[in-house]
């Protein structure tokens, strides 16, 4: 039980353009779910938690208008890097809280999005 | 302020040895304690947990160890397997809340 789609995989972009990335929870309704953003050889950074129906909390040093996020449904979270620069490029996870202990202890991870800004 | 330390970047273990993966945190509010095993460009896989009433649990090839005293976790796999070569987070919540991860240690297993 408990999983997470994250789409896509892998993306290349120009410059300028804004890249939506999707995660869904196939099986379990995610009342919240978390985005992070891994550099290389760094740990994994939070981003922000979504909540379905509310507005996305966001760590401090996350711009919230480069990076929107919608939360719209139990079981899907999208997370869009408007105007993206190549410094933007970096390896994206999503999280959901299926709120069951007893799998994962209720977080359950999407295999997460390549991005690359050229 | 790092609540969750990982202070070894990476490790290096002959296949068949244990190998022991450390983690120190800061922060004694912290209730539960979790381990994931991430490969490169994928998503992190839970692996173990442990919950701060406890000091042990095992899950075959997999146990973790909790200290609370010296605020340190440890996680020994044994016998360590080629699959077993991963990038390492050690875990940590308080109540539900988000997870903080420390920043992982890179276990490469020897043949």
């Known amino acids: 039980g408990a999983v997470v789609s994250q789409h896509p995989s892998r993306v290349i972009c120009k410059s300028g353009t804004s890249v939506k990335i999707e995660c869904r929870s196939l099986d379990f309704q995610a009342t919240t779910m978390f985005w992070y953003r891994q550099f290389p050889k760094q740990s994994l950074m939070l981003m922000a938690t979504s909540n379905e129906g509310s507005k996305a909390t966001y760590e401090q040093g996350v711009e919230k208008d480069k990076f929107l996020i919608n939360h719209a449904s139990l079981t899907l979270s999208t997370l869009t890097v408007t105007s993206a620069h190549p410094e933007d490029s970096s390896f994206y996870i999503c999280?959901?809280?299926?709120?069951?202990?007893?799998?994962?202890?209720?977080?359950?991870f999407g295999s997460g999005t390549r991005l690359t800004v050229v | 302020d790092q609540q969750v330390k990982q202070n070894s970047p990476s490790l290096s273990v002959q296949e068949g040895r244990i190998s022991i993966l450390n983690c120190d945190y800061t922060?004694?509010?912290?209730?539960?304690f979790l381990w994931y095993k991430k490969y490169p460009a994928e998503g992190p896989t839970f692996l173990i947990s442990i919950s701060s009433i406890k000091d042990k649990n095992e899950d075959g090839r997999f146990t973790v160890f909790l200290n609370k005293s010296a605020k340190h976790l440890s996680l020994h796999i044994v016998p360590s397997q080629p699959g077993d070569s991963a990038v390492y987070f050690c875990a940590a919540s308080y109540r539900d809340d988000k997870i903080i991860f420390g920043k992982g240690t890179r276990l490469h297993i020897l043949p």
């Open positions: 922060n004694s509010m912290f209730d539960y």
């Open positions: 999280s959901a809280q299926s709120g069951d202990r007893n799998i994962n202890y209720g977080y359950t």
